[in-house]
Protein backbone atom coordinates (compact mmCIF):
# COMPACT_ATOMS: atom_id res chain seq x y z
CA UNK A 1 0.00 0.00 0.00
CA UNK A 2 1.44 3.41 -0.42
CA UNK A 3 1.87 6.13 2.15
CA UNK A 4 -1.06 8.24 2.76
CA UNK A 5 -0.26 11.01 4.39
CA UNK A 6 -3.45 13.21 5.06
CA UNK A 7 -1.52 16.52 6.03
CA UNK A 8 1.59 16.76 3.66
CA UNK A 9 4.61 13.99 1.94
CA UNK A 10 7.62 13.79 1.48
CA UNK A 11 10.35 10.67 0.69
CA UNK A 12 8.82 7.19 -0.15
CA UNK A 13 9.34 4.30 -2.11
CA UNK A 14 7.90 4.88 -5.86
CA UNK A 15 4.64 3.57 -5.69
CA UNK A 16 3.82 1.03 -8.89
CA UNK A 17 1.88 3.06 -11.47
CA UNK A 18 -1.54 2.40 -11.69
CA UNK A 19 -3.10 1.21 -15.15
CA UNK A 20 -3.65 4.44 -17.35
CA UNK A 21 -7.42 4.65 -17.38
CA UNK A 22 -7.75 3.98 -13.17
CA UNK A 23 -4.28 6.03 -12.44
CA UNK A 24 -5.35 9.43 -10.41
CA UNK A 25 -3.82 12.74 -11.72
CA UNK A 26 -0.48 13.00 -10.86
CA UNK A 27 1.38 15.79 -9.94
CA UNK A 28 5.03 17.19 -9.38
CA UNK A 29 7.33 19.27 -7.92
CA UNK A 30 11.08 19.90 -8.18
CA UNK A 31 13.40 22.17 -5.88
CA UNK A 32 17.04 22.57 -6.74
CA UNK A 33 18.61 24.41 -3.85
CA UNK A 34 22.39 25.43 -2.90
CA UNK A 35 22.79 22.05 -1.74
CA UNK A 36 20.05 18.94 -2.42
CA UNK A 37 17.93 18.22 -6.01
CA UNK A 38 14.89 17.08 -4.63
CA UNK A 39 11.81 15.64 -6.92
CA UNK A 40 8.47 14.88 -5.54
CA UNK A 41 5.38 13.27 -7.17
CA UNK A 42 2.14 12.53 -5.84
CA UNK A 43 -1.78 12.26 -6.34
CA UNK A 44 -4.36 14.15 -4.34
CA UNK A 45 -5.75 11.77 -1.62
CA UNK A 46 -8.01 12.71 1.33
CA UNK A 47 -7.32 15.50 3.82
CA UNK A 48 -3.80 16.06 1.64
CA UNK A 49 -1.79 13.69 -0.93
CA UNK A 50 0.24 10.16 -1.75
CA UNK A 51 3.74 10.12 -2.70
CA UNK A 52 3.94 8.00 -5.93
CA UNK A 53 7.87 8.76 -6.38
CA UNK A 54 10.49 10.84 -4.84
CA UNK A 55 14.23 11.72 -5.43
CA UNK A 56 17.18 13.07 -3.28
CA UNK A 57 20.25 13.48 -4.23
CA UNK A 58 23.26 15.93 -2.53
CA UNK A 59 24.43 18.39 -5.47
CA UNK A 60 26.58 20.94 -3.77
CA UNK A 61 25.86 23.41 -6.65
CA UNK A 62 26.49 26.13 -4.62
CA UNK A 63 30.01 25.19 -4.17
CA UNK A 64 32.51 28.31 -4.21
CA UNK A 65 29.61 30.41 -4.97
CA UNK A 66 30.66 32.81 -2.11
CA UNK A 67 33.96 33.25 -3.67
CA UNK A 68 33.66 33.94 -7.14
CA UNK A 69 29.73 34.95 -7.65
CA UNK A 70 29.68 31.85 -9.95
CA UNK A 71 28.38 28.50 -10.17
CA UNK A 72 31.49 25.97 -11.20
CA UNK A 73 31.55 23.87 -13.82
CA UNK A 74 31.75 20.51 -11.32
CA UNK A 75 29.15 21.87 -9.60
CA UNK A 76 26.58 22.25 -12.44
CA UNK A 77 27.62 18.97 -13.87
CA UNK A 78 26.86 17.45 -10.56
CA UNK A 79 23.08 19.01 -10.64
CA UNK A 80 23.01 18.68 -14.60
CA UNK A 81 23.11 14.39 -13.49
CA UNK A 82 20.86 14.67 -10.91
CA UNK A 83 18.09 16.73 -13.08
CA UNK A 84 18.97 14.09 -15.83
CA UNK A 85 17.73 11.55 -12.98
CA UNK A 86 14.62 13.35 -12.54
CA UNK A 87 13.82 14.14 -15.91
CA UNK A 88 13.89 10.00 -16.50
CA UNK A 89 11.81 9.47 -13.72
CA UNK A 90 9.40 12.07 -14.82
CA UNK A 91 9.13 10.41 -18.72
CA UNK A 92 8.37 7.26 -16.91
CA UNK A 93 5.13 8.69 -15.14
CA UNK A 94 3.75 11.62 -17.08
CA UNK A 95 2.07 14.01 -14.84
CA UNK A 96 -0.92 16.08 -15.10
CA UNK A 97 1.45 19.49 -13.73
CA UNK A 98 4.80 20.19 -12.62
CA UNK A 99 6.64 22.77 -10.99
CA UNK A 100 10.17 22.97 -10.87
CA UNK A 101 12.09 25.59 -9.04
CA UNK A 102 15.97 27.09 -7.86
CA UNK A 103 16.42 28.45 -5.20
CA UNK A 104 19.28 31.27 -4.00
CA UNK A 105 22.39 29.26 -5.57
CA UNK A 106 20.66 30.24 -9.02
CA UNK A 107 19.53 33.88 -7.21
CA UNK A 108 23.29 34.42 -6.61
CA UNK A 109 25.09 33.63 -9.44
CA UNK A 110 25.76 35.73 -12.63
CA UNK A 111 25.18 32.59 -14.60
CA UNK A 112 22.83 31.24 -13.01
CA UNK A 113 20.49 31.80 -15.47
CA UNK A 114 22.14 30.38 -18.42
CA UNK A 115 22.80 26.92 -16.56
CA UNK A 116 19.14 26.75 -15.92
CA UNK A 117 18.91 27.29 -20.24
CA UNK A 118 21.59 24.61 -20.44
CA UNK A 119 19.18 22.32 -18.39
CA UNK A 120 16.00 22.99 -20.26
CA UNK A 121 18.03 22.43 -23.89
CA UNK A 122 19.36 18.75 -22.35
CA UNK A 123 16.83 17.64 -20.24
CA UNK A 124 13.70 19.89 -21.53
CA UNK A 125 12.74 20.83 -17.67
CA UNK A 126 12.25 24.27 -17.24
CA UNK A 127 13.40 25.56 -13.70
CA UNK A 128 12.27 29.23 -12.41
CA UNK A 129 14.17 30.87 -10.10
CA UNK A 130 11.96 32.07 -7.48
CA UNK A 131 12.20 35.17 -5.11
CA UNK A 132 12.97 34.89 -1.46
CA UNK A 133 9.65 36.01 -0.83
CA UNK A 134 8.29 32.89 -2.81
CA UNK A 135 10.53 30.34 -0.54
CA UNK A 136 8.96 31.80 2.45
CA UNK A 137 5.74 31.48 1.04
CA UNK A 138 5.66 27.79 0.02
CA UNK A 139 7.75 27.04 3.15
CA UNK A 140 4.27 28.34 4.96
CA UNK A 141 1.75 26.84 2.87
CA UNK A 142 3.37 23.14 3.48
CA UNK A 143 3.68 23.79 7.22
CA UNK A 144 0.01 25.40 7.31
CA UNK A 145 -1.36 21.94 8.47
CA UNK A 146 0.81 22.19 11.76
CA UNK A 147 -0.95 25.18 12.99
CA UNK A 148 -3.69 25.08 15.93
CA UNK A 149 -7.12 26.99 16.49
CA UNK A 150 -5.00 28.36 20.04
CA UNK A 151 -2.19 30.16 17.69
CA UNK A 152 -2.31 33.26 16.90
CA UNK A 153 0.88 34.14 15.53
CA UNK A 154 3.65 31.60 14.39
CA UNK A 155 7.33 32.33 13.51
CA UNK A 156 8.92 29.76 10.80
CA UNK A 157 12.33 29.53 9.66
CA UNK A 158 14.01 27.59 7.52
CA UNK A 159 17.64 26.69 6.85
CA UNK A 160 19.06 26.01 3.93
CA UNK A 161 21.97 26.30 1.91
CA UNK A 162 22.65 29.06 1.36
CA UNK A 163 20.24 31.17 2.94
CA UNK A 164 18.10 30.81 6.10
CA UNK A 165 14.14 32.31 5.50
CA UNK A 166 12.28 33.59 8.09
CA UNK A 167 8.71 34.09 8.32
CA UNK A 168 6.17 35.83 10.70
CA UNK A 169 3.03 34.82 9.81
CA UNK A 170 -0.67 35.82 11.61
CA UNK A 171 -2.79 32.68 12.08
CA UNK A 172 -7.11 33.35 11.19
CA UNK A 173 -9.78 31.44 12.59
CA UNK A 174 -9.81 28.15 11.08
CA UNK A 175 -6.12 27.84 10.94
CA UNK A 176 -5.11 23.86 10.37
CA UNK A 177 -8.85 23.19 8.43
CA UNK A 178 -7.87 24.68 4.97
CA UNK A 179 -8.24 28.64 6.03
CA UNK A 180 -4.53 29.91 4.46
CA UNK A 181 -2.32 31.93 7.35
CA UNK A 182 -0.80 35.40 6.45
CA UNK A 183 2.39 36.52 5.96
CA UNK A 184 3.05 39.67 7.81
CA UNK A 185 6.76 39.86 6.99
CA UNK A 186 9.53 37.74 5.95
CA UNK A 187 13.32 38.03 5.82
CA UNK A 188 16.05 35.71 3.87
CA UNK A 189 19.64 36.13 5.40
CA UNK A 190 22.24 34.58 2.84
CA UNK A 191 23.84 32.32 5.37
CA UNK A 192 23.06 28.52 4.86
CA UNK A 193 24.91 25.59 6.09
CA UNK A 194 26.71 25.56 2.67
CA UNK A 195 28.02 29.29 2.95
CA UNK A 196 28.61 28.86 6.52
CA UNK A 197 30.59 25.39 6.16
CA UNK A 198 32.55 27.49 3.24
CA UNK A 199 33.58 30.42 5.46
CA UNK A 200 33.98 28.99 8.99
CA UNK A 201 32.70 25.64 9.17
CA UNK A 202 36.00 24.08 10.66
CA UNK A 203 35.59 27.00 13.40
CA UNK A 204 32.22 25.62 14.35
CA UNK A 205 33.47 22.37 15.52
CA UNK A 206 35.35 24.74 18.26
CA UNK A 207 33.45 26.32 21.19
CA UNK A 208 34.61 29.93 20.19
CA UNK A 209 33.86 29.93 16.28
CA UNK A 210 30.45 28.06 16.92
CA UNK A 211 29.24 30.77 18.71
CA UNK A 212 30.64 33.63 16.75
CA UNK A 213 28.27 32.31 14.18
CA UNK A 214 25.62 32.61 16.59
CA UNK A 215 26.64 36.27 17.25
CA UNK A 216 26.58 37.04 14.15
CA UNK A 217 23.08 35.11 12.73
CA UNK A 218 21.72 36.76 16.06
CA UNK A 219 22.71 40.28 15.04
CA UNK A 220 20.56 40.46 11.87
CA UNK A 221 17.50 38.58 13.58
CA UNK A 222 17.68 41.45 15.82
CA UNK A 223 17.11 43.80 13.16
CA UNK A 224 13.97 41.72 12.36
CA UNK A 225 12.69 41.51 15.84
CA UNK A 226 12.81 45.31 16.53
CA UNK A 227 10.78 45.74 12.56
CA UNK A 228 8.01 43.34 14.15
CA UNK A 229 8.03 43.40 17.63
CA UNK A 230 8.04 39.25 17.62
CA UNK A 231 9.78 39.01 21.27
CA UNK A 232 6.81 41.24 22.74
CA UNK A 233 4.24 39.31 20.74
CA UNK A 234 5.93 35.42 22.32
CA UNK A 235 5.59 37.20 25.48
CA UNK A 236 2.24 37.59 25.00
CA UNK A 237 1.58 33.98 24.57
CA UNK A 238 -0.24 32.37 21.66
CA UNK A 239 3.04 32.06 19.48
CA UNK A 240 4.36 28.70 17.88
CA UNK A 241 7.90 28.50 16.77
CA UNK A 242 8.51 26.30 13.60
CA UNK A 243 11.50 24.72 11.70
CA UNK A 244 12.27 23.12 8.34
CA UNK A 245 15.45 22.27 7.06
CA UNK A 246 17.94 19.09 7.57
CA UNK A 247 19.40 20.89 10.73
CA UNK A 248 16.14 21.24 12.23
CA UNK A 249 15.30 17.55 11.78
CA UNK A 250 18.46 16.01 13.24
CA UNK A 251 17.60 17.77 16.44
CA UNK A 252 14.72 16.17 16.40
CA UNK A 253 15.94 12.80 15.54
CA UNK A 254 18.45 13.03 18.27
CA UNK A 255 16.61 14.08 21.04
CA UNK A 256 13.93 11.58 20.47
CA UNK A 257 16.92 9.28 20.25
CA UNK A 258 16.06 7.28 17.23
CA UNK A 259 18.37 4.36 16.05
CA UNK A 260 17.70 5.83 12.63
CA UNK A 261 15.88 8.57 10.87
CA UNK A 262 11.82 8.19 10.62
CA UNK A 263 10.21 11.18 9.03
CA UNK A 264 6.38 9.82 10.13
CA UNK A 265 7.91 10.12 13.74
CA UNK A 266 9.40 13.38 13.61
CA UNK A 267 7.11 15.41 11.11
CA UNK A 268 4.75 17.39 13.39
CA UNK A 269 6.75 16.44 16.18
CA UNK A 270 6.36 19.25 19.43
CA UNK A 271 9.54 18.94 21.03
CA UNK A 272 10.13 20.95 24.46
CA UNK A 273 13.11 23.42 23.47
CA UNK A 274 14.81 22.80 26.21
CA UNK A 275 15.15 18.87 24.65
CA UNK A 276 16.21 20.42 21.16
CA UNK A 277 18.92 22.54 23.37
CA UNK A 278 20.17 19.16 24.55
CA UNK A 279 20.33 17.86 21.47
CA UNK A 280 22.51 20.32 19.79
CA UNK A 281 25.32 20.19 22.75
CA UNK A 282 25.26 15.99 22.27
CA UNK A 283 25.87 16.94 18.34
CA UNK A 284 28.35 19.62 19.09
CA UNK A 285 30.09 17.36 21.52
CA UNK A 286 30.22 14.08 18.91
CA UNK A 287 33.31 15.76 16.60
CA UNK A 288 33.28 15.36 13.14
CA UNK A 289 34.08 11.23 13.36
CA UNK A 290 31.35 10.94 15.82
CA UNK A 291 28.68 13.27 13.72
CA UNK A 292 29.77 11.06 10.74
CA UNK A 293 29.14 7.92 12.41
CA UNK A 294 25.67 9.08 13.87
CA UNK A 295 22.47 7.24 11.92
CA UNK A 296 20.70 10.89 11.67
CA UNK A 297 23.52 12.62 10.26
CA UNK A 298 25.96 10.41 8.14
CA UNK A 299 29.27 11.12 6.15
CA UNK A 300 27.44 13.62 3.56
CA UNK A 301 26.60 15.70 6.16
CA UNK A 302 29.51 16.40 8.59
CA UNK A 303 30.43 19.43 7.24
CA UNK A 304 26.94 21.21 7.66
CA UNK A 305 25.24 20.15 11.17
CA UNK A 306 27.16 22.38 12.69
CA UNK A 307 26.69 25.57 11.27
CA UNK A 308 22.66 24.88 10.61
CA UNK A 309 23.32 24.46 14.88
CA UNK A 310 24.81 27.71 15.32
CA UNK A 311 21.98 29.21 13.29
CA UNK A 312 19.18 27.64 15.21
CA UNK A 313 21.10 28.81 18.26
CA UNK A 314 20.56 32.42 17.06
CA UNK A 315 17.05 31.96 16.40
CA UNK A 316 16.79 30.56 20.23
CA UNK A 317 19.08 33.53 21.53
CA UNK A 318 16.90 35.88 19.85
CA UNK A 319 13.04 34.07 20.12
CA UNK A 320 13.39 32.00 23.43
CA UNK A 321 10.09 29.61 23.35
CA UNK A 322 9.11 26.98 25.58
CA UNK A 323 8.49 24.46 22.26
CA UNK A 324 9.62 23.67 18.96
CA UNK A 325 7.42 21.93 15.85
CA UNK A 326 9.43 20.08 13.75
CA UNK A 327 8.40 19.92 9.81
CA UNK A 328 9.94 17.38 7.54
CA UNK A 329 8.54 19.34 4.44
CA UNK A 330 9.47 22.11 2.87
CA UNK A 331 9.00 24.25 -0.84
CA UNK A 332 7.61 20.62 -3.04
CA UNK A 333 4.95 20.29 -0.30
CA UNK A 334 4.21 23.76 -0.82
CA UNK A 335 4.36 23.33 -4.66
CA UNK A 336 1.98 20.12 -4.70
CA UNK A 337 -0.37 21.76 -2.37
CA UNK A 338 -0.94 25.08 -4.69
CA UNK A 339 -1.17 23.09 -7.57
CA UNK A 340 -3.91 20.40 -6.25
CA UNK A 341 -5.88 23.49 -4.83
CA UNK A 342 -5.64 25.10 -8.25
CA UNK A 343 -6.95 21.85 -9.58
CA UNK A 344 -9.34 21.64 -7.40
CA UNK A 345 -10.76 25.20 -8.16
CA UNK A 346 -10.81 24.43 -12.16
CA UNK A 347 -14.11 22.73 -12.41
CA UNK A 348 -15.77 25.64 -10.33
CA UNK A 349 -14.12 28.24 -12.32
CA UNK A 350 -15.47 26.26 -15.56
CA UNK A 351 -19.19 26.16 -14.07
CA UNK A 352 -19.68 29.60 -13.16
Known amino acids: MPEMLPRCATDAPPERPARAEHAPPAFAALDLGTNNCRLLIAAPGPGGFRVLDSFSRIVRLGEGLAQTGHLSDTAMDRAAAALRACADKLARRPVRRLEAVATEACRRAGNGPAFLARIA ?9 ISAREEAELAMESCAPLLETEDRRALLFDIGGGSTEIAWIRVPPGAGEGVPPDLIG ?3 LPLGVVTLAERAGQDCFTERGFFEVVDEVAAHLA ?7 IGQEIRAG ?8 GTVTTLAGVAMALPRYRRPLVDGKIL ?4 ADLALGDLFALGRKGLA ?4 VG ?3 VEFVLPGCAVYAAIRRVWPTPRLTVADRGLREGMLTRMMRAE ?5 RRGR
Not at 223 to 229: A, K, L, S, Y
Not at 238 to 245: D, I, N
Not at 344 to 348: D, L, Q, W
Open 121 to 129: AETGLRLRI
Open 186 to 188: YVS
Open 223 to 229: EFDRIHR
Open 238 to 245: GVRLMGTS
Open 272 to 275: DCEA
Open 293 to 296: EHPC
Open 299 to 301: PDR
Open 344 to 348: RAAPR
